[in-house]
């Protein structure tokens, strides 16, 4: 084999060396395959037309044993890396990725928890999100980490005046409405809903104010989180920009 092919397959090691390209593809192939198969099992139009046991467990044991040539292969290639030193082998061994992997390969592989249960789709998703990690995605996790921590005036100073203004506006609302419709506003906690939706933008419509007190304050902080959310996507902006002159 070339080492061109070789570069292409690489599966990566614990020591910093990604995977290479094809293999990449393959995680990805892996990825859509489990997520279309959890997709699938959740529809019982298609349950019932199809043998669904026998397809979602098919795939199921197909990511298994992925994760367990992914595992092996990056143990290997972390040992190899280390000229075989039996010293480094345990080192890798012991790594904290090898020590997650290993770990989510015993839950994946016991019969404890049934393979629909939270408990085993979380694993599988901290297992592929971790594979994807170590590839084209550190890229963003460099750049988030850099926006977030670089500057911290700039991203944290919006967040928690977006924060403070939320709970007060919740609060204002518990007061104003809490006698008229006391299902949404009959609480600050319940409050919190209308309040995000409509600091946010997002208003989903689902609560609206009924007094013309409390129509007033939420178009005020609507407007107080246009302005916030405004500020905070400048300061990233303007973060990222120093980001892409860093790297370049």
């Known amino acids: 084999m070339s080492k061109t092919k070789v570069n292409r397959w690489y599966f990566g090691d614990y020591w910093g060396s990604y995977q290479g390209s094809a293999y990449n593809n393959l995680i990805y192939i892996v990825t859509i395959s489990f997520f279309l198969t959890v997709a699938f099992e959740t529809e019982n139009a298609l349950t019932r037309k199809y043998d669904s046991d026998f397809i979602v467990n098919f795939v199921y044991e197909l990511v298994k044993a992925f994760f367990l040539s992914d595992y092996v292969g990056k143990l290997a290639n972390s040992w190899a890396k280390k000229d075989y030193d039996m010293r480094e082998f345990f080192n890798s ?32 998703i901290l297992k592929i999100s971790i594979n994807i990690y170590q590839s084209q995605f550190r890229s963003i996790i460099n750049r988030l980490k850099f926006i977030l921590l670089s500057k911290p005036s700039k991203t944290f100073f919006p967040i928690t005046l977006l924060a403070v203004l939320t709970y007060t506006f919740a609060s204002l609302m518990y007061l104003l409405e809490r006698n008229i419709d006391p299902l949404h506003f009959g609480s600050i906690v319940r409050s919190l809903w209308f309040s995000v939706v409509s600091i946010t933008t997002v208003g989903y419509g689902d609560v609206t104010p009924s007094t013309v007190l409390g129509k007033v304050v939420s178009t005020s902080f609507a407007l107080l989180g246009i302005i916030c959310i405004a500020l905070l996507t400048a300061n990233i902006i303007e973060i990222n920009n120093e980001y892409e002159e860093k790297i370049k």
């Open 93 to 124: 061994f012991l790594h904290f990725r090898s020590i997650f992997d290993l770990f989510t390969l015993i839950l994946l592989n016991t019969n404890y928890v049934p393979n629909q249960s939270p408990v085993i789709l979380t694993a599988y």
